[in-house]
């Protein structure tokens, strides 16, 4: 089964920058988009953003022309460049593999650990 590893969750200020890292392992479906999730204390766990197998990403709203997603096939890693924080962004983030268009909690096959991010005004 697939095996993710995130990594690079902190606490910054609003307006700050962070990239988060999930380094996918085990066998991998070609096909399978890879993606991001968030879930801030007492709400429901959200979609970020997706990338498909031929590099074409996908934005919630609320993060669109902040964060970029982005993959390195040769290292199996994904990444979540988030810049312009905001105070509304503190979750914890996770990353996950699965059935593209990977935007709901249904289409997810496996999940990383979370990583938190918090972001103080």
């Known amino acids: 089964a697939e095996h993710l590893v995130v990594s690079g969750g902190g606490s910054v200020e609003a307006g700050g920058s962070l990239r988060l890292s999930c380094v996918q392992s085990?066998?991998?479906?070609?096909?399978?988009?890879t993606g991001w999730f968030r879930q801030a204390p007492g709400k429901e766990r959200d979609w970020v953003a997706t990338?498909?197998?031929?590099?074409?990403?996908t934005y919630a709203d609320s993060v669109k022309g902040r964060f970029t997603i982005s993959k390195d096939n040769a290292e199996n890693t994904l990444y979540l460049q988030m810049t312009g924080l905001k105070p509304e962004d503190t979750a914890t983030y996770y990353c996950?593999?699965?059935?593209?268009?990977?935007?709901?909690?249904?289409?997810?096959?496996?999940w990383g650990q979370g990583t938190e991010v918090t972001v103080s005004s």
């Open positions: 996950a593999t699965g059935v593209c268009p990977l935007t709901v909690i249904p289409d997810i096959v496996a």
């Open positions: 085990g066998p991998t479906h070609s096909r399978y988009c």
């Open positions: 990338i498909d197998h031929r590099r074409r990403s």
